[in-house]
């Protein structure tokens, strides 16, 4: 069964700090890549998607691929209040119609 | 402006009643999903559709229908047979199955009356 792990946390960081979220995936052939933001009681949002292994920046936003370890991590810079939710890891393998989904971390970004 | 529109925003469902959420695309998108979230949980997969008049049972299709009539528009039925329905359900759209990102509508909390 394919499976995305994330911890739950929350992780907690100080304003202006980088927070680091992390997700692996247990089927070696995913493709796609996608980190979504969800603020409690919204519905998620897309934020990154990457597709090839290495680093993808946005903005504040850095995604990172290591398709040997299995991992893909977002990294937020200058973390702001406004950071604050549940970030949402997204994984789809090739021949796959569906994404799997991990079950989020939460992220608390304090004053 | 293209976008996912969910309907109602919030719904009530009496014992043993058929309730219907309604979900609408413009982006011109072929595949459909449902999903649901509980409390703190992750998204579970209801139904999903690549295209009109086809659908897909999820991981969790018991006590739900779809119908896909029109590529903009995928209803989903939350039936009495659905024991535990209270939880907040998403609508999502993409350009097609494979490896595209889905984008989601504002969703539907459905409650118990």
């Known amino acids: 069964q394919k499976e995305v792990e994330q911890n739950s946390g929350p992780l907690s960081v100080p304003e202006g700090a980088i927070a680091s979220l992390n997700c692996t995936y247990s089927?070696?052939?995913?493709?796609?890549f996608f980190w979504y933001r969800q603020y409690s009681g919204k519905s998620p949002e897309l934020i990154m998607s990457i597709y090839s292994n290495g680093d993808k920046e946005d903005g504040r936003f850095t995604a990172q691929l290591n398709k040997a370890s299995q991992y893909v991590s977002l990294l937020i810079r200058d973390s702001q209040p406004s950071d604050s939710a549940t970030y949402l890891c997204a994984a789809f393998s090739g021949g796959s119609y569906i994404p799997t989904f991990g079950r989020g971390t939460s992220l608390i970004v304090h004053p | 402006d293209g976008g996912i529109t969910q309907s109602p925003k919030y719904l009530f469902r009496k014992e043993g009643q058929n309730v219907t959420l309604s979900c609408e695309q413009n982006l011109n998108h072929d595949a459909m999903y449902w999903y649901r979230q509980d409390p703190g949980q992750g998204l579970r997969l209801i139904y999903y559709s690549q295209i009109v008049n086809d659908f897909q049972k999820g991981d969790i299709a018991e006590g739900y229908s779809v119908s896909r009539e029109k590529k903009e528009s995928f209803p989903l039925t939350v039936t009495s047979a659905q024991k535990n329905p209270t939880a907040f359900y998403l609508c999502a759209s993409s350009i097609e199955v494979r490896n595209q990102p889905q984008h989601f509508g504002d969703g539907t909390r459905l409650s118990i009356l």
């Open positions: 089927d070696r052939v995913s493709q796609s």
